[in-house]
């Protein structure tokens, strides 16, 4: 396996820009691709407003804002990753694109291309079933968290064949691009989604019971557990709706201590999926 020179990244969304942002900011070059040429420059010009909010906090500098651009290459095709050492995916979390993206791309990239996914929920050695038997041992989970240029944090999950020279490689990308990564088993939810929705749905209980209130629980989090941010704010980031979703898929393998609370099917229910419905557990202005 060679070292890293050029990166690809299939999915310019929310987590792709931002991944290959974390690419480029560290001298990479990085093909970004998306279904379309004009998906893939929206990618990349969404990634302005991330340099400046950086620029404005003193985490980047704005003489660097140009030549980290202009290391993403926006592309729709696939024989652009022929040269990649590594590819990281963040397409739509469904199990026959992402399947479809990695048998496209195992018979463009180089034998020794590493292919890791940044999927939440599906199994990595489910997944790794889409490439040849050849490059099973290259196929690995690599699980950023949002907003990826700035958290720290990857879980590095090697599926059932992942060699360990894989996995090694994973963790020195991760650290040559500023993260640190974690080695976590290929389980539902890996461990970051495990203890954040435990901990989701016992809040959901307290307010269910009129222990107290969101605010009072954000405010608790925050003063008493020293967290960054509340759980109620940190769910109208992160969508009630995908919130829901997450807690189906633990309770499918879980059993009961991960069954989603009422009150959170009630805010889905009245489409309250927090701040891009302007209403969640708080309210937004528009
Ligand atoms: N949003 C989060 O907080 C978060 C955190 C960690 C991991 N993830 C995972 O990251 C992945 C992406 O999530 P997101 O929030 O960025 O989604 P998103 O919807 O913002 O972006 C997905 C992108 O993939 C593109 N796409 C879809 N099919 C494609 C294809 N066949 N080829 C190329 N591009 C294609 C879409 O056009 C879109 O731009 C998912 O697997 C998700 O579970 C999300």
């Known amino acids: 396996m060679e070292g890293l020179n050029k990166v690809g990244v299939v999915g310019a969304g929310m987590m792709g820009a931002e991944i290959a942002l974390c690419f480029a900011m560290s001298g ?32 980047f500098q704005a003489k660097d804002k140009a030549p980290t651009l202009n290391r993403i290459i926006p592309t729709d ?10 590819v990281v995916e963040a397409v739509f979390e469904d199990l026959k694109i992402k399947k479809e993206v990695f048998s496209q791309l195992d018979s463009i990239c180089k034998s020794d291309c590493v292919f890791a996914t940044n999927t939440s929920s599906i199994s990595i050695t489910l997944l790794a079933t889409s490439v040849r038997p050849e490059r099973i041992g290259r196929f690995l989970g690599a699980h950023f968290f949002s907003p990826a240029s700035v958290m720290k944090l990857v879980e590095v999950i090697p599926g059932l064949e992942t060699e360990e020279e894989t ?28 203890i954040l929705h435990a901990m989701w749905i016992e809040a959901n209980r307290l307010v269910e019971e009129g222990v107290a209130t969101p605010e009072d629980i954000d405010t608790a989090c925050k003063l008493g557990l020293g967290h960054p941010i509340g759980p109620y704010a940190l769910m109208d980031l992160t969508g009630n709706d995908l919130n829901l979703k997450v807690q189906e898929i633990l309770y499918e393998t879980y059993g009961e201590r991960f069954r989603p609370r009422p009150i959170l099917k009630q805010k889905v229910n009245a489409n309250h999926l927090g701040r891009k419905t302007g209403r969640g557990w708080y309210e937004y202005k528009k």
Do not use: H, W
């Open 28 to 59: 990479y070059e990085v093909y970004m691709k998306d279904a379309t040429l004009e998906l893939a420059q929206k990618g990349k010009d969404r990634l302005e407003g991330v340099l400046d909010k950086a620029i404005q906090k003193g985490r």
């Open 77 to 86: 095709k696939n024989k652009s990753f022929k040269d990649v050492d590594l």
């Open 167 to 194: 996995v090694a490689f994973m963790m020195d990308c991760c650290r040559k691009i500023g993260k640190t990564p974690i080695r976590v088993k290929d389980v539902t939810g890996f461990a970051v989604n495990r």
